[in-house]
């Protein structure tokens, strides 16, 4: 009977180690790659334009795919060939503003969601709100709060 139950904590165990390493192979690894793809992103946009340092570095996905840079002065976009597509004063960013207008228009109370992107040649923020069903995106511009779209899904 002890050769039985080494049996089933063997095979217990054995089916506990292929759990963990799936997790680890379809969830963590490809984390772990896009993680890595943003820093590599991060130093060829640094080497390519000559740019000392990024306080901030994010991945932004569009049509296109745009990595987008910030430093204590401005905000830099770069394309998916890591080429400044744009560069802003970090000053003319109204983030302000565009809470003010977010709470006021469409009744946002969340700002957790709010991102920094490109959209339409201009700097933008997008704005996910989960209302029940439906989810709406909201795309300002950046620098006055103008909209720039507006779709809900889940209608």
């Known amino acids: ?5 080494f049996y089933v904590l063997l095979i217990t165990l054995s089916v506990i180690l292929i759990f963990i390493s799936g997790f680890i192979y379809f969830f963590h690894e490809p984390y772990n790659r896009a993680e890595n793809k943003v820093l590599s992103a991060k130093k060829e946009a640094l080497a390519m334009n000559k740019i000392e340092s990024f306080t901030e570095f994010v ?22 060939d890591y080429l400044m597509v744009k560069k802003e004063p970090l000053e003319t960013i109204q983030l302000d503003l565009i809470k003010e207008r977010l709470a006021a228009d469409y009744n ?5 969601t709010l991102e920094l992107g490109y959209e339409n040649k201009m700097l933008s923020y997008l704005c996910r709100q989960n209302l029940g069903n ?16 507006f779709y809900e899904l889940g209608k």
């Open 59 to 80: 991945q932004y996905n569009s049509q296109d795919i745009y990595y987008i840079g910030q430093d204590e002065e401005n905000v830099y976009v770069f394309n998916s």
């Open 108 to 112: 946002v109370t969340d700002f957790s």
């Open 1 to 5: 009977m002890k050769k039985g139950k």
């Open 134 to 149: 439906v989810t709406q995106y909201i795309y300002l511009n950046a620098q006055d709060g103008s909209e720039i779209k």
